[in-house]
């Protein structure tokens, strides 16, 4: 069983499920309103947990009523949060998603304690593989690729100006098809794998500029696709360092990400190995 770690956000999310997503200025009723436990950081987390990993996760929570309930998933389903601390006086990260039928999503993030995280809580961090994205702040991320020595995968989401160093020791670089186009030339600095997700099209696993393989998602009845991407990021992260062969991995975790979109909710329908591996054997 591998050991992850992940340095990352923690939020409650504030879901509407709405008829179709609002244009700039348009107000739009009617909507369905949910909580669910989010934040890319935890739902990388609870990811790797649920496909069979020992998960840690280094995060700043409020020490809010919230907190409670966007650690719940995470204390239910095993994830280690000793290094997930509640900072006094500040508000739980919280985001603000607008769901369509189709499963397309707009979000919206009031990171509170998530800015609190500090390069001090990045320096010793020991497991196989560390995955990082960009909701906490970035020198906590510059800091964690310089100190850590094992597979270390960053999640270019949401997408920010991030120091060249960070890429350079990246084994995995995750984007999807936005934010590639955002990072550009730029990605081309990763020496090690980048990955790109097309939601159902097919994503691509490239490595100096040479597409090592590729992979169709499964097609799901999508009502959700929020933690989707985080649920690729975990699953290839899982793969790779389990040792599975590059098309294998990304077959996995394309496969994983789609079970992700099935229900409502990131963390609710992030989903078993047994779930994966049952998919992708047809059963
Ligand atoms: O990637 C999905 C996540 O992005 C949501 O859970 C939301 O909290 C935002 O951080």
Known sequence: MPTIAVIGSVNLDIVAKVARLPKPGETVTGAELAKYPGGKGANQALAAKRLGSDVSLIARVGDDAAADEALALLREGGVDLEQCRAVEGVATGTALIAVSPSGENHIVVAPGANRMLTENDAGAVEADALICQLEVPVPVIVHAAKSFDGFFCVNLAPAAEIDVTVLQRADLVVVNETESEWYGASLEACDGYVATTRGKGVATLERNGELVTEASPPTVDA??????????????????????????????????????????????????RRAVEELESGE
């Open 223 to 272: 009502v959700d696709t929020t933690g989707a991407g985080d649920t690729f990021t975990a699953a290839l992260t899982v793969a790779l360092v389990e040792g599975q062969p590059p098309d294998e991995a990304l077959q996995f975790a394309c496969t994983a990400g789609a079970l992700a979109a099935t229900a409502m909710g990131a963390q609710p329908s992030l989903p078993s």
